[in-house]
């Protein structure tokens, strides 16, 4: 096991931001931890990478003690902040070098590791990483985490903020490293990239609701779902709302994803619905689940059940 | 140690690359100094005078033309009657007004004693009780020069002599004043901005995730500012040396090892201020009111502290720029060695100990 983390719990104060997180992530894992903003990601990160205390229960990394031998750990892992946090007045190359020999090796050492990724951002060395744009600034940072050959790498939503053409880069990257026998772990709010991952985490509300591999997430997905669309989207997630046999109906995009009460529903009868409530243009089609559908379903019950 | 060399060559291009900073730290001691040196004085020069004289006979002349040719009062005005004295204050130009009684000199031969009033602007008390001093020598020297040849059986002369400042020259007071004052403010505040900078950004918290000690980021952050200090105090003494010709009678050496001493005990508390501050912002709020006030106002740099209440003498002694300055002025002025420092150097050595322990203790291997 590369990352095991047996009941941590952490509390700011009054509030908990995780409560009772279990799960082991194996070497050479690209493992995903998804979830939205606020669901306890960073603590978490924060926790295996030794910034902070849990509460309660234990975790390793790499085998070493999250508390005992946090400095085997320092040494071990590589950590990039969710914010951008390198020397905003040091150019690329400076700031690669500082890291490097704060960690006690060069960059000509680690070079093969970094070179896919440093290749790219090399033209711009003398820039001041100030002054980079999103997508450079990402992959100089992660150049920066990577310098030292760590045994596992937390990255923190490093793609947040970043273009789409930059994000499929990334993550390209990251399939690349796993091949170097790093263990990753990577947290996103976008469900989109939970399917790139090997394994994923759901987590919300500092609770993890699932830990699987995305397609067997999907395919667990209890109901069919539908996509409906119609000219007037808000009346329609109004209308659905009084509509007897709605399990759910989350806006995604355009459409609307509706689940029923009823697993043998026929469309042409939320069909003939919607045409008594006045709609036009009614589209409605059966398609195969989504992480974010998932997520959905689980958060929903998970609150329905709190309501109990 | 190779990863040491690395931090301290990043602070380095932290420092170099921050060009507004820089300036402040190299330009502020410079205007400083000359600011005090030259404009922000407590000596009278050329003060403008108004002379109501009732009696206009050889004796008032002779004073007035003693006081006319002194260089702390040049005479603006002769006025002639009392109504007028209101007018010429209000004007604010004239700052006293000398006012012989009429028949002075008959007066001062025949009934032993004339008067003459001393009236001055105390809207500023300091240069009121200046100017009222000074009046008073010079008249008491004439009156002396009147009485020499009369023998006046039982008489005090009292013999002035003012050592280390012969001339009473305020630079003397103020050199070693804003020297403590910038080295203070130069190392705890420039360490403490630089310290929670790093929090501020989120550096901190990839510094705390390597292998670097706290011991290694603490005394990475506090050499090139050491150097930087080191390089301030130089000019300073410089400048005092050689526009102000502040003479140096002790050894230039121990005053060199006395400032790295005191440069080392801002540093620390600086590196203590940046423990318990989180921002940028409140580094410096702290830096500014916690230290530049104390400085100024219970270091003994401009109010004596043995003219304070004694509460407040007790404080003081908690100071550091007070032992400081007490060095400073040792070496400076009167040429005394260690053998008469040790006990103020030893309380700042006490003192820079006791604050990097704390800031030791107090630095966080973790974010909570």
Request: glycine fraction near 6%.
């Amino acid at each position: 096991m590369s990352i095991s983390i047996k009941n941590i719990s952490k509390s700011y104060g009054k509030v908990k931001a995780l409560t009772d997180i279990s799960f082991d992530i194996k070497q050479g894992e690209l493992f995903g931890l998804i979830g939205p903003d606020g669901a306890g990601k960073t603590t978490l990160f924060r926790i295996l990478t030794t910034l902070l205390f849990p509460d309660k229960g234990e975790a390793t990394v790499a085998d070493y003690d999250i508390i005992k031998d946090y400095k085997d750990i320092r040494s071990h892992a590589g950590y990039m902040p969710g914010r951008f946090s390198l020397y905003q007045d040091l150019t690329v190359a400076e700031n690669l070098t500082f890291f490097a020999t704060i960690f006690g090796t060069t960059i000509e050492e680690n070079y093969d590791l970094i070179k896919d990724i440093y290749m790219q951002i090399e033209p711009f060395k003398n820039r001041r990483a100030g002054k980079l744009s999103g997508g450079m600034k990402q992959k100089l940072a992660l150049s920066c985490a990577l310098i030292h050959k760590p045994k596992v790498l937390f990255l923190d939503e490093p793609t947040t903020g970043v273009d789409p053409v930059s994000r499929k880069e990334f993550w390209e990257m990251l399939k690349r490293l796993q091949k170097k026998d790093i263990t990753i772990l990577v947290s996103t709010p976008y469900m989109d990239e939970a399917e790139l991952c090997d394994r994923i985490a759901l987590i919300t509300d500092g609770e993890i609701l699932q830990v699987d591999t995305p397609q067997a997430i999907m395919q667990a997905f209890p109901k069919t779902i539908y996509k409906v669309r119609t000219s007037e989207t808000y009346r329609l997630i109004k209308d659905l709302k009084t509509y007897p046999k709605t399990h759910s109906a989350y806006p995604f995009g355009e459409y609307l994803h509706f689940t029923s009460t009823d697993e043998n529903l026929d469309p042409e009868e939320l069909i003939h619905f919607l045409e008594q409530k006045k709609h036009t243009q009614i589209e409605v089609e059966k398609i195969d689940a989504s992480i974010e559908d998932t997520f959905m379903e689980l958060t929903h019950t998970r609150e329905v059940n709190a309501h109990d | 140690m190779k990863r040491f060399i690395g931090f301290i060559k990043k602070e380095f291009f932290h420092i170099l690359r921050d060009r507004r900073s820089l300036f402040i730290l190299f330009g502020m001691p410079i205007v400083q100094i000359m600011l005090f040196g030259f404009a922000i004085t407590n000596e009278i020069n050329n003060v403008d005078i108004a002379v109501l004289d009732h009696s206009k006979d050889d004796v008032t002349k002779e004073i007035i033309d003693k006081i006319a040719a002194s260089k702390y009062f040049s005479i603006k005005a002769f006025i002639d009657n009392e109504t007028a004295i209101e007018k010429v204050f209000e004007k604010g130009q004239i700052k006293a007004v000398l006012n012989f009684e009429p028949d002075f000199s008959r007066k001062l031969i025949a009934e032993n004693g004339a008067t003459v009033q001393i009236l001055t602007d105390a809207t500023d008390p300091n240069t009121a009780n200046t100017i009222s001093n000074y009046t008073g020598a010079i008249l008491q020297k004439y009156q002396q020069e009147l009485n020499q040849n009369v023998a006046i059986s039982y008489q005090i002369v009292p013999q002035t002599r003012m050592v280390y400042n012969p001339e009473l020259k305020s630079v003397f007071m103020f050199v070693p004043g804003v020297m403590t004052i910038i080295l203070m403010l130069v190392s705890a505040m420039m360490t403490s901005i630089s310290i929670t900078r790093e929090k501020e950004l989120g550096t901190m918290e990839i510094l705390l995730v390597s292998p670097l000690k706290p011991a290694q980021v603490i005394i990475g952050k506090v050499v090139p500012y050491v150097f930087l200090s080191v390089i301030n105090a130089v000019i300073i003494i410089i400048l005092s040396i050689f526009v102000f010709k502040m003479p140096v009678e002790g050894s230039l050496f121990l005053l060199g090892a006395e400032s790295i001493l005191f440069i080392i005990n801002a540093l620390s508390l600086g590196i203590l201020i940046s423990t318990i501050s989180s921002t940028q912002q409140t580094a410096m709020m702290v830096s500014l009111m916690g230290l530049m006030l104390p400085v100024i106002l219970l270091s003994g740099f401009i109010f004596p502290i043995s003219s304070m209440p004694l509460p407040l003498q007790i404080i003081s002694n908690a100071i550091p720029a007070k032992w400081f300055i007490i060095i400073l002025k040792g070496i400076m002025l009167k040429g005394v060695g260690l053998a008469y420092l040790w006990k103020e150097s030893l309380i700042l050595v006490g003192m820079t100990l006791f604050f990097m322990a704390m800031s030791v203790k107090k630095y966080k291997i973790r974010l909570e």
